[in-house]
């Protein structure tokens, strides 16, 4: 059967098998559920919102369970207008308080979800929380044969199988999984955001764990504009604080994470660190038979397994590893940054232990513009502080700007190279 939702107007409201809760309170679970050949849901015009088998609540709280299921052949969710919010087997918290388990799934054949305007978000199996407090889980998986989200938009979000929490706190495991046969997830647009199998944090705290994955046959991350972030099975924190554990996964057949723009930032299965301080551990891999990381732009980073800090602090354990068939990562653009199993510090401050391996058949890490750096499996630090041990392997190959060449080990390639720039580190901890 056909399940058709729409909402036209000023401040819509369309709610297709969903929850939506204003100034309430509910102790128990909420169940929400959309199934059908095809499911579609549509809102369209100022501050709108979308939400297909959702719950969106507003000044509410909830002790206990909020399962949100979307599941069919072709299931649709779009939101199109200022200040746009498409929830598609998501919750969506404002103001709120819940206390338990917060469950969203979103799976089909094909799965898509759009918001389109200013300040749009798309949310497809994910948690979005603003001004809010969670004590217990959030559970976000998105899986499907094609698994699409897209956001279009001034300071647009486009979050899949993701977490956004502002000004927000959670204490508790934040498990967030995209996976599927082609899982796609864009934002396009002025600061932009893609979160796909991702935790975003502003102005927020965790106290606990947050777990993200991202695997399939071919899982694709993109971010297009001015200051975009593009994250793609990675944990980005700005203005923020945990203290636990953070374990970013990406693998697949073929992985690729791409942001375009000035002071662009692709963020592969990585820590991006701003403002924020950190008390805990750091686990980040990368595994598949094709794994792209590509930032271009001026003053952009592409992190790939890596952790970059700015004006930030942590205390703990780095574990930065990076091991595919084929590992390529790549920052184009004047002063670009590229760092595959590396930690990258400005202004900040560790104590800790840190280990940095790159492995692989070909590994390859290349900055190319006016002042470019590569880094792979190395720590650098500028105007920074830090102390305890850092064990750095970036398995032997050619290297280039700081020389070594030769039959550069027979066993297979890695490359670390530097052009039209200043430095490529490799296997070492440099202090600036």
């Known amino acids: 059967a056909a399940v058709t939702n729409v909402g036209i107007g000023n401040k819509v409201k369309a709610n297709l098998g969903s929850t939506n809760m204003e100034n309430s309170k509910v102790t128990g679970a909420v169940v929400n559920t959309a199934a059908g050949a095809a499911v579609t849901n549509v809102a369209i015009g100022n501050k709108?919102?979308?939400?297909?088998?959702?719950?969106?609540?507003?000044?509410?709280?909830?002790?206990g369970a909020a399962i949100n299921t979307a599941a069919g052949g072709a299931v649709t969710n779009v939101g199109i207008g200022n200040k746009v919010k498409a929830n598609l087997g998501s919750t969506n918290m404002e103001n709120s308080k819940a206390t338990g388990a917060l469950v969203n799934t979103a799976g089909g054949g094909a799965v898509t979800n759009v918001a389109i305007g200013n300040k749009a978000k798309a949310n497809l199996g994910s948690t979005n929380m603003e001004n809010s407090e969670l004590k217990g889980a959030a559970i976000n998986t998105a899986a499907g044969g094609a698994v699409t989200n897209v956001a279009i938009g001034n300071k647009?979000?486009?979050?899949?199988?993701?977490?956004?929490?502002?000004?927000?706190?959670?204490?508790?495991?934040?498990?967030?999984?995209?996976?599927?046969?082609?899982?796609?997830?864009?934002?396009?647009?002025?600061?932009?955001?893609?979160?796909?199998?991702?935790?975003?944090?502003?102005?927020?705290?965790?106290?606990?764990?947050?777990?993200?994955?991202?695997?399939?046959?071919?899982?694709?991350n993109v971010a297009i504009g001015n200051k975009v972030k593009a994250n793609l099975g990675s944990t980005n924190l700005e203005n923020s604080k945990v203290t636990g554990t953070i374990v970013n996964t990406a693998a697949g057949g073929a992985v690729t994470n791409v942001a375009i723009g000035s002071k662009a930032k692709a963020n592969l299965s990585s820590v991006n660190m701003e403002n924020s301080n950190l008390k805990g551990t750091i686990i980040n891999t990368s595994a598949g038979g094709a794994v792209t990381n590509v930032a271009i732009g001026s003053n952009s980073k592409a992190n790939l397994s890596s952790v970059n800090m700015e004006?930030?602090?942590?205390?703990?354990?780095?574990?930065?590893?990076?091991?595919?068939?084929?590992?390529?990562?790549?920052?184009?653009?004047?002063?670009?940054?590229?760092?595959?199993?590396?930690?990258?510090m400005k202004n900040s401050s560790y104590s800790g232990t840190i280990v940095n391996t790159v492995?692989?058949?070909t590994a390859t890490n290349v900055a190319v513009g006016s002042g470019s750096e590569a880094n792979s499996g190395s720590v650098v630090m500028k105007n920074r502080s830090g102390g305890g041990g850092a064990g750095n392997s970036s398995s032997s190959g050619v290297v280039i700007n700081d020389v070594k060449i030769p039959l550069s080990e027979l066993s297979g390639q890695n490359a670390n190279v530097a052009v039209g720039g200043k430095t490529s580190n490799k296997n070492s901890v440099v202090f600036k």
């Open 156 to 220: 647009v979000k486009a979050n899949l199988g993701s977490t956004n929490l502002e000004n927000s706190k959670v204490t508790g495991a934040v498990i967030n999984t995209a996976g599927g046969g082609a899982v796609t997830n864009v934002a396009i647009g002025n600061k932009a955001k893609a979160n796909l199998g991702s935790t975003n944090m502003e102005n927020s705290e965790l106290k606990g764990a947050a777990i993200n994955t991202a695997a399939g046959g071919a899982v694709t």
């Open 311 to 344: 004006n930030s602090s942590m205390q703990g354990t780095i574990v930065n590893t990076t091991g595919s068939g084929a590992a390529t990562n790549v920052a184009i653009g004047s002063n670009t940054t590229a760092n595959m199993g590396s930690v990258d």
């Open 359 to 361: 492995t692989g058949m």
């Open 48 to 63: 709108v919102k979308a939400n297909l088998g959702s719950t969106n609540m507003e000044g509410s709280e909830l002790k």
